[in-house]
């Protein structure tokens, strides 16, 4: 895998020298994300795989036509080892009239039943399970069916769901208001109808990603019909049971997720990978690494146990080179997908082992002083990844989206007030590295801690527009961290059987496995521990 990633360097010189950082690297915490280390470097054997974990679909859009090329996208992207995410509500709902074929559309939730039966089949013909993400706007007129979906036996057994929540639903919610699905009108619907668009009870103007066939507003918002109305806390009490009985769908803050993308000013994210890590815009790829916290406690179980900050700076250094190196060979196999993570050169590195970590420094999950210990250790992860992020620009040049101009919009403006209060106008031109940099809601989070930092980026630009998502690990936690907490989370369990998909066989096999905080505890302290004895 390091000698993979540092071939990506151009010097002969570089490449060893690069070789050998990632290797210590490797050695010192980092992990890169499951199809890095299956497929970097196995190139020879294994030409058509990515070494992207995840990606997001092309928007779907509602012609019979593009949801089919979609399903080929889709199953080119599975069979390279991505998983995908997709938004379906974007399909007009059940019932609705399709003028073209003289009937009566069957609805979105009949077309993921296609995703669905495409994604088992690749992966069964490939021996390791697809993975797809089906998001779904709580406005759409089918939203109910789509929350039901998954208590039919068998029914999209190859898909995570979630809701794309809104703010306007959320203060319906808080009011016990009327919540009023619906769906875009075209101007022909309009005007053969005679719908009157000022009238709230048949028409409301929502955000929706497409545009074209649809009438919208100066705000960029587009006219849809009403279905019907209902009480806001009927959907969300169902939402709710659901979630409770089923654990599912998820729960997707989609205007906030918007509100803080780096990209906010050119990205309209309405997915996101199967795990729900990364919101990612159409054809964005999820290219994921992970630092082990436990590889940098010292002394632990004792009272001299403490945290090496010095060395896991350095770590963050070098692996963000290295996934940023992984763009290079990114083995996608759509032109879109490659054209943009070459564009934005996004990734996502996160960290494992906080529960593990915690125990060892003799800290208690959620007390005061480890929240303290979290908040350290994300914001340090953050600044020396964008510091790198000014360096590596400095070195091989910026993203290339931010050095590209934008023409400033009222839509824009109405999103960042401050940037009237900054002199600028609609139909002025700016860099991206400046919107990225300087009105990033996030980028401004990190400007509170590293201010100088934040302006040579708006000056100079980044080497990638994103760098940090906290993943959930499971499966590089348990074969490469010795099964370290996943993520952020606190061990699920110090003893504890997990069944275990073996290739080339039909039954999962059962493992039993302890916490790495108790394997630990047992090398270092006590090797008769055990979680419910009594023995120190």
């Not at 340090?380 to 910026?398: C, Q």
Request: contains cysteine.
């Amino acid at each position: 895998v390091a000698r993979a990633l540092a071939e990506v360097e151009t010097a002969p010189e570089a490449r060893e020298h690069w070789h050998e950082r990632f290797l210590w690297a490797l050695r010192h915490g980092a992990i890169p994300a499951g199809r890095i280390t299956s497929n970097a470097g196995a190139l020879a054997y294994k030409p058509a795989t990515s070494t992207i974990n995840c990606t997001v679909s092309g928007t779907i859009r509602d012609s019979m036509n593009d949801i089919l090329e979609k399903v080929h996208e889709a199953g080119l992207t599975l069979k390279a080892g991505c998983g995908i995410g997709y938004e379906f509500s974007t399909l007009r709902p059940r019932g609705a009239y399709v003028s073209g074929a003289g009937a009566y559309t069957s609805g979105p939730l009949s077309f993921m039943d296609i995703y669905d039966k495409m994604c088992f089949t690749i992966s069964s013909a490939g021996g390791r399970r697809g993975a797809q993400m089906a998001t779904f706007s709580v406005g759409h007129p089918d939203v109910m069916e789509f929350v039901r979906a998954k208590r039919e036996n068998g029914r999209l057994r190859q898909f995570n769901c979630s809701l794309l929540i809104t703010a306007e639903f959320m203060e319906a919610v808080k009011h016990d208001a009327p919540w009023r699905p619906a769906f875009p009108l075209s101007r022909e619907e309009v005007e053969s109808e005679g719908i009157d668009l000022r009238d709230e009870e048949r028409a409301v103007w929502r955000e929706w990603p497409v545009h074209e066939g649809y009438i919208t507003d100066a705000q960029g918002l587009v006219a849809c019909r009403v279905y019907r109305t209902i009480r806001a806390r009927r959907l969300w009490d169902l939402i709710m049971a659901s979630t409770y009985d089923y654990a599912e769908p998820g729960f997707i803050l989609i205007d906030k997720v918007n509100e803080m993308n780096n990209n906010w000013w050119c990205e309209d994210v309405r997915a996101t990978n199967p795990c729900g890590e990364q919101p990612l815009p159409p054809y964005g790829s999820c290219l994921l690494g992970s630092v082990n916290l436990t590889k940098f406690v010292r002394d632990p179980f004792t009272g001299k146990a403490r945290f090496d900050w010095d060395e896991y700076r350095e770590v963050v250094s070098v692996f963000t080179r290295m996934l940023d190196n992984v763009v290079e060979i990114n083995g996608l196999p759509l032109g879109r997908q490659r054209e943009e993570i070459f564009r934005k050169r996004r990734h996502g590195m996160g960290y494992l082992g906080l529960g593990s970590t915690l125990t060892m420094l003799r800290m208690r999950y959620g007390a005061p002083d480890s929240i303290g210990f979290t908040d350290r250790v994300t914001r340090e992860m953050a600044v020396t990844g964008w510091e790198s992020a000014l360096e590596l620009s400095r070195e091989k040049g910026p993203a290339p989206i931010l050095e590209e101009s934008f023409t400033v919009t009222d839509e824009m403006l109405a999103k960042r007030p401050e940037m009237r209060a900054d002199g600028v106008r609609a139909g002025d031109r700016l860099p991206g590295r400046v919107l990225h940099a300087r009105y990033s809601r996030y980028m401004q989070r990190l400007a509170e801690a590293a201010p100088e930092l934040v302006e040579a980026l708006a000056g100079e630009g980044a080497r990638f527009t994103h760098h940090t998502s906290i993943a959930p690990t499971g499966t590089i936690s348990l074969s490469l961290a010795n099964n370290a907490s996943n993520g952020i989370e606190p061990s699920f369990a110090h003893r504890y059987s997990r069944n275990v998909i073996r290739q080339g066989r039909k039954t999962k096999e059962k493992v039993d496995v302890c916490s790495f905080e108790l394997l630990a505890y047992r090398a270092l302290v006590n090797p008769a521990a055990a979680p419910d004895a009594d023995s120190p």
